[in-house]
C-alpha cells in the first residue's frame, strides 16, 4: 500500500481564495482525521470521520473550514476564504478503527499551506 | 477531547544520556499511543500501551503505562543523534466521540 497519500504537498495562495485540501486514506481504513499543526498550537485535531461519516468537527476553528468525505478512499479539507492565519501544516490521517481498540494512526506526508 | 499535559516541552541533551518525556491525565485513560515526529516530517506511530502497569521496549526505547492508567512515560537510553524529534502522547479515555488527539508534545534536542 502506497499509504496516506496527501495533495498538494505545498500551497501557497492570497488571501481571500479558496483553498482545497485532499487525502486518500490507506485501503481498509475506517477512521480518517484531518489535523492542523503549528509551532504555537501543536497538533490540532479539526474533524474525523469514522466510515465516512464525520463524528467530531469541534476542532474546525470556524465555519470558513469545511470537511467532506464522499466515499471510504477519499476526503477534502476546504478553507473558504482563506487568511494569513490558516497558515500551517495540514495532515490527515487514517486508521483501522478509534477509540478504545483503536489501532494505530499513519499519517500523510502533509499539505504546507501559506496564505499571503 | 483528551486533555493531557505532556512534560517537558523542550529537553536539550548530550549525545549518550537519557532522555524522559511524561505524559500525564486527569482521568483515567483506556489505552494511549506515543508517535515520533522527525523534523520537517510526519507522526510516526511507536507503540501503544493498554494494560495498568504496562511496560514495552523497543530497543533503546522503554514505555510505561501507570498503574492508575492516568500517566505513561517514554524513556530513551543513550540517546543518539537519530532520536532527535518531537515525541507526542496520544491518549484515549474512551466514552464518546473521542478521536485521536495528542499532547503539546517534547521536542528532543540533541547536542553531539
Known amino acids: 500500500d502506497a499509504g496516506v497519500i496527501q495533495s498538494p504537498r505545498h500551497e501557497v495562495t492570497e488571501m481571500g481564495q479558496e483553498v482545497t485540501l485532499r487525502c486518500k486514506p490507506i485501503s481498509g481504513h475506517n477512521s480518517l482525521f484531518w489535523y492542523r499543526q503549528t509551532m504555537m498550537r501543536g497538533l490540532e485535531l479539526l474533524i474525523y470521520?469514522?466510515?465516512?461519516?464525520?463524528?467530531?468537527d469541534s476542532g474546525m476553528p470556524e465555519d470558513r473550514f469545511s470537511a467532506k468525505m464522499p466515499n471510504a478512499s477519499f476526503s477534502t479539507l476546504k478553507i473558504q476564504p482563506s487568511e494569513p492565519r490558516d497558515s500551517a501544516v495540514y495532515f490527515c490521517?487514517?486508521?483501522?478503527?478509534?477509540?478504545?481498540?483503536?489501532?494505530?494512526?499513519?499519517f500523510g506526508q502533509g499539505t504546507r499551506l501559506t496564505v499571503v | 477531547g483528551q486533555q493531557v499535559m505532556q512534560i517537558p516541552q523542550y529537553q536539550h541533551v548530550q549525545e549518550g544520556e537519557d532522555f524522559t518525556t511524561y505524559c500525564n491525565s486527569s482521568?483515567?485513560?483506556?489505552?494511549i499511543q506515543w508517535y515520533k515526529q522527525r523534523p520537517g516530517g510526519h507522526p510516526v506511530f511507536l507503540i501503544q500501551l493498554v494494560k495498568s502497569g504496562e511496560v514495552k521496549k523497543q530497543k533503546r526505547l522503554t514505555f510505561q503505562f501507570g498503574e492508575a492508567k492516568k500517566n505513561s512515560s517514554l524513556h530513551i537510553t543513550a540517546t543518539q543523534t537519530t532520536d532527535v524529534g518531537t515525541y507526542f502522547c496520544a491518549p484515549y479515555s474512551g466514552g464518546g466521540a473521542d478521536g485521536l488527539t495528542f499532547g503539546k508534545g517534547t521536542h528532543l534536542i540533541i547536542q553531539p
Open positions: 482521568t483515567t485513560l483506556s489505552n
Open positions: 470521520f469514522n466510515n465516512n461519516v464525520p463524528i467530531d
Open positions: 490521517a487514517s486508521s483501522r478503527m478509534t477509540g478504545p481498540s483503536g489501532t494505530e494512526a499513519f
